[in-house]
Nanobody, 123 residues
């Protein structure tokens, strides 16, 4: 099973940008679809973005489409989430997710989770 560690979270003002990274170890992620989910206080974990194993296709929640970009570097065993035009409602703990031979659109198909990184959007 692959182990995932997120980084790059923090406090940012509305309209600002952050780039999250997810470093994998234990196995190569080249055969995993990868994704990002987030969970705000008192809310369920929700899908944010996903990318196929090859990086040829990406998927986004409507709430982040046009503002967030998911990418991957299989040689570095790392996945990224570039977040721009951040809003207060983007505040949440962001989790990296791996889905063996699939694409993590929903939490129930995820094989491995990272520990999460906090993103806070506030002035």
């Amino acid at each position: 099973q692959v182990q995932l560690v997120e980084s790059g979270g923090g406090l940012v003002q509305p309209g600002g940008s952050l780039r999250l990274s997810c470093a994998a170890s234990g196995r190569t992620i080249s055969q995993y679809g990868m994704g990002w989910f987030r969970q705000a206080p008192g809310k369920e974990r929700e899908f944010v973005a996903a990318i196929t194993w090859s990086g040829s296709r990406t998927y986004y929640a409507d709430s982040v489409k046009g503002r967030f970009t998911i990418s991957r570097d299989n040689a570095k065993n790392t996945v990224y989430l570039q977040m721009s035009s951040l809003k207060a409602e983007d505040t949440a703990v962001y989790y990296c997710a791996a889905d063996w031979m699939g694409v993590p659109h929903t939490a129930r198909t995820v094989d491995s989770w990272g520990q999460g990184t906090q993103v806070t959007v506030s002035s």
